[in-house]
């Protein structure tokens, strides 16, 4: 029985058992912060579970739903290959009821589609190789399989809390658990009893097992567990007390693989026809024969049947997630997608391969699936170039990575080994994942293989390190060489001493690998412990239009130079930085961090396409006048008269940004200077070129001369952003921009901006603006009425009530009924009063045009020092006109509903201020 028809013969069962047959829901679960993705069927239903949500489809469902587990608590990455039955991606079957069936229905839906006749639509197995757990309490479950199913109890086997007990959370809905297992050693046809495997639970013709000899086999493989049912039953208190639903409910998970291979009669799930196409496509573009359907002792031992079963299982959860939307990253489900990415291309390395190998599998995951999940069909152009261009950003540094690794980790172990023999440090760690690209998880994950721990701790020091190291990079360098002296140096070589000229010139190697195993040809000491190194070969990049040095490192047998800056010295790239150790002549690795290469490569290209913006927006006038490409940063300087417009420099960050998202090739070549010109490529005024001179082509966009680094293709730029425009000298502007993680920071920080001010304003993103502007209006109409106030007969009323202010020790107090329109009205006299006071308190009564009253007491600062507040004085005397009130330190309102009270309010003040006086120690 295929996949397909499993599938579809639990959906149609279900269907018509009164089940609304669910779509799966995304691998990203819809918010649910607390899953990284979704990892079971019951993901999409939790919130109906908890109660939450209430289904517009009844209180029965069924789904098969795609699952990823590869992060968080359900991580089964490091044994995904390693064994018949562990996936990052798989399909979980599942039958859900809310509140409705409970045990009675669940366990009869069970036995009769995994027993019943294949003629009505049901798996057809025999039901005497069934075997079947509870949770040890649960005797009604116990009790429903004897009576539905008629399964004797000595093939029921009551289990403890760990095995047959689910609970969502520590408190919350669980519930008693129980599961169908099936005999494999009667079911697949190949199977074996593990060697030197003994005991009751290897005697075939036995019908009957103990319940230690079923655990054990069940843990060796031969009773294999294909569906959960779960009876959610209780709600766990926070003592553990375990108190009835009011509505027990369902959640059962059949997996898909699993029953397949039990259909397909294999003990393993790779063997099934969910695999085997995928299997068979790795071996049509690897060229090597897929031998894990072989015995051991017939295999060949250079080809890991592993390695083809991660490739095709990593394939599927590639293409998911990708089609789900997830895109690979350095954090969050992108940082898991791109950790799985990079250990299928690992393994592709393995098997010998030193390109592409996982995308062509991810295609045929497509062709595969695309009928059941049709997002694979519509994104399938997006999954395929995706994973092209991530397997080709890891190739370039794999090689160099392994062989680092290989020395770290000696392979003293067989894969899945826990025997530990060491542990590597967090430094090479981060080397690893700096230089190589090598995620945390990945090197973790091989060195667990190889019986290694990791200091994880070390890691996260040096990651610190660096990322302080590169907000500070200007600041933090040595003070350079002068190009006058490092021009005059004589160098130490095997042959004795030599000047620059004397020596080879290496080949830079930088375009195409940031990592050479190579020889040292000439050494320089240099004060303070430093050194210039030059190579036979470097991949070293030496400061040139624009793009600054490359940092890295040179390491040799027991010395090492950790280069901070490269000068071109007649040619010549040499490496200069700190050494440790004593130098000599032999074969040493030469090490550019790939992390650091790649921003850098995206600043440059990006400065390409910003040029080419610049001329079509602005016009063909410009030119450039100057740049710097770093790994954080591009600066761009060009001919312009006068600053440019906020309209252009939108348009202009369009045009790059569409550029970037465009996806295209970034094409090299070499040829003549002539020819080149004639092509159409810009030559940079001020620039020495040869004969024979590199083309940059990013098609239809740009063609420059240009010698330095740049991406492969524009989307690696994944963004830009312009920083600043400013004027630098008469007639040159300058840009400054960032692009990748350092464009996405800044936008990031804007974005907490926004925020920020959103609540201060008590406005929403979306409003902020129009809620400003209204802030705006009411400023001014605020400053108009002040100065109405301050002005004819509001300065009159302003100098009649100062005048008539009562002191109470020095201490001036007002209180008096003033005409105002509005209560804003009245709030603008208060301040102008409380302004021009003094020392004093004022209490302002008030009745306005639509009929009703307030009363408005303010306090300057300098008596609030002396204990008086507004809010305390206001309630106080309102109290006194049976009005209430409240407000600020400073100034407070209180409603007054019967106007001809206000007086008697008034007639309060002095000697609340009195009293206010005598509590801070005062007399009157």
């Known amino acids: 029985m295929q996949a397909t028809e499993i599938r579809n013969s639990f959906l149609e069962y279900f269907r018509r058992h009164a089940h609304s047959v669910r779509p799966s829901s995304s691998l990203v679960p819809a918010d649910d912060p607390t899953l990284l993705f979704t990892n079971a069927g019951m993901v999409q239903f939790k919130k109906v579970f908890l109660g939450l949500e209430e289904t517009d489809f009844g209180r029965r469902a069924a789904t098969s739903q795609k699952c990823v587990r590869a992060g968080g608590k359900h991580n089964d990455l490091e044994q995904v290959g390693h064994t018949a039955r562990h996936h990052t991606f798989f399909e979980m079957l599942g039958n859900f009821s809310f509140g409705d069936y409970f045990k009675r229905e669940a366990i009869r839906f069970a036995w009769e589609w995994v027993t019943g006749s294949r003629d009505t639509g049901n798996l057809g ?48 809905p669980c519930g008693p658990c129980s599961e169908i297992y099936v005999d494999l050693a009667h079911l697949a046809a190949d199977w074996a009893f593990p060697e030197e495997a003994s005991g009751e639970w290897t005697e075939l013709d036995r019908e009957e097992f103990s319940q230690d000899a079923f655990v054990e086999g069940a843990e060796a493989g031969r009773f294999l567990e294909i569906w959960n049912l779960v009876f959610m039953q209780f709600d766990r208190q926070p003592d553990g007390t375990l108190v009835p639903l009011p509505k027990p409910s369902v959640d059962t998970g059949a997996g898909l693989e699993r029953i397949a291979a039990v259909l397909q009669r294999v003990t393993n799930n790779f063997h099934t ?52 939307g997830v895109f690979p990253a350095n954090e969050g489900r992108g940082y898991v997608l791109r950790r799985i990415l990079r250990r299928a291309v690992r393994h592709a390395y393995l098997l010998g391969r030193r390109q592409p190998t996982l995308a062509p599998v991810v295609e045929c995951v497509i062709e595969t699936m695309g009928d059941v999940y049709p997002e694979l069909l519509h994104r399938s152009a997006h999954i395929l170039e995706t994973t092209r261009a991530e397997e080709d950003r890891f190739f370039a540094t794999i090689e160099g990575g392994m062989r680092r690794f290989d020395e770290l980790a000696p392979h003293h172990t067989t894969q899945g080994s826990t025997a530990l023999r060491g542990t590597i440090s967090g430094e090479d760690v981060f080397r690893l994942y700096d230089t190589y690209g090598f995620p945390l998880d990945l090197t973790e994950l091989m060195a667990r293989e190889r019986g290694y721990t990791i200091d994880i701790a070390g890691f996260d020091n040096a990651l610190k390190a660096q990322r302080s190291q590169s907000q500070e990079d200007r600041k933090a360098r040595k003070p350079g060489v002068s190009m006058d002296a490092a021009l005059s140096w004589s160098w130490r070589t095997p042959q004795g001493e030599a000047d620059t000229a004397g020596t080879a010139i290496p080949s830079f190697v930088g375009y195409n690998t940031v990592e050479i195993e190579t020889q040292v040809t000439a050494i320089r000491h240099l004060p303070e ?47 200069i930085g700190r050494l440790t150790g004593t130098p000599d002549f032999g074969i040493v690795i030469a090490r550019v961090p790939a992390v650091r290469r790649h921003d850098t490569e995206r600043n440059h290209t990006a400065t390409h396409l910003l040029h080419a913006a610049l001329r079509d927006v602005l016009g ?30 939108r348009e202009i960050e369009d045009r790059v940004n569409s550029g970037i998202w465009a996806a295209v090739d970034v094409e090299v070549e070499e040829k003549p200077y002539q020819e080149a010109l004639a092509d159409g490529a810009m030559a940079l005024f001020g620039e020495k070129y040869g004969e024979v001179v590199r083309v940059v082509r990013i098609s239809g966009l740009s063609v420059e001369l240009c010698g330095g680094t740049h991406v492969r293709n524009t989307s690696e730029i994944s963004i830009f952003r312009i920083v600043s425009e400013s004027g630098v000298a008469a007639g040159v502007r300058r840009l400054e921009a960032a692009t990748g993680p350092r464009a996405f920071a800044l936008l990031r920080d ?22 400003a502007h209204l802030l705006v209006e009411e400023r001014r109409a605020f400053e108009k009425r ?22 109470v020790d020095d201490v001036k107090v007002i209180g008096a009924v003033v005409p105002a329109e509005d209560a804003r009205a009245l ?41 008086l507040r507004a809010d305390v004085l206001v309630r106080e005397i309102a109290s006194a006109a049976g009005g209430r009130g409240g407000g600020k330190p400073h100034m407070a309102q209180a409603g007054i509903r019967d106007a001809s009270r206000i007086p008697d309010a008034l007639s309060a003040l002095l000697p609340a201020v009195r009293s206010g006086l005598h509590g801070t120690g005062q007399t009157s």
Do not use: C
């Not at 197995?125 to 399989?145: F, H, K, N, T």
């Not at 210039?532 to 940092?551: I, K, M, R, W």
């Not at 770093?630 to 420099?649: I, K, S, Y």
């Not at 302004?835 to 009703?852: H, I, M, R, S, W």
């Open 620 to 649: 063909d006038h410009v030119h450039q006048a100057g740049s710097l490409v770093a790994p954080d940063r591009l600066r761009f300087d060009f001919t312009h008269h006068g600053p440019v417009r906020a309209e252009a420099l």
């Open 529 to 575: 412990g430093r050194i210039a190194v030059l190579l036979n070969e470097t991949p070293f990049y030496a400061e040139s239009g624009g793009q600054s040095s490359d940092h890295g490192e040179i390491v040799g047998n027991g010395w090492r130079v950790d280069v901070d800056d490269v000068r071109k010295l007649y040619g010549r790239s040499a490496a």
């Open 786 to 807: 002040l100065g109405e106030a301050t002005k004819g007969g509001g300065g009159d009323l302003v100098r009649r009530l100062l005048e008539e202010a009562q002191p």
């Open 827 to 867: 709030q603008s006299l208060g301040d102008v009063v409380r302004e021009q006071l003094g020392t004093g308190v004022a209490g302002l009564g008030a009745t306005f045009a639509d009929g009703k009253s307030a009363l408005l007491v303010v306090v300057t600062d300098d008596a609030r020092t002396r204990g």
């Open 125 to 172: 197995i025999d039901p005497g190789y069934i075997r079947v757990s509870v949770y040890r309490e649960d005797d009604e479950a116990r009790a429903l399989w004897r009576e539905i199913a008629g399964i004797p109890d000595s093939r029921i086997y009551g289990l403890g809390e760990k095995d047959n007990f689910w609970q969502m959370a520590d408190t919350g």
């Open 273 to 324: 026809d969910l695999f085997s196409p995928l299997i068979a496509r790795i071996e049509q573009v690897v060229g090597l024969p897929y031998e894990g359907r072989l015995p051991v002792s017939v295999r060949s031992a250079q080809v890991d049947p592993a390695a083809f079963r991660v490739l095709a299982d990593h394939a599927r959860a590639v293409a998911f997630l990708l089609a789900d």
């Open 750 to 771: 804007a974005e907490r901006i926004l925020a920020e001010v959103s609540d201060v304003l008590k406005a929403t993103p979306e409003t902020v603006v129009k809620r």
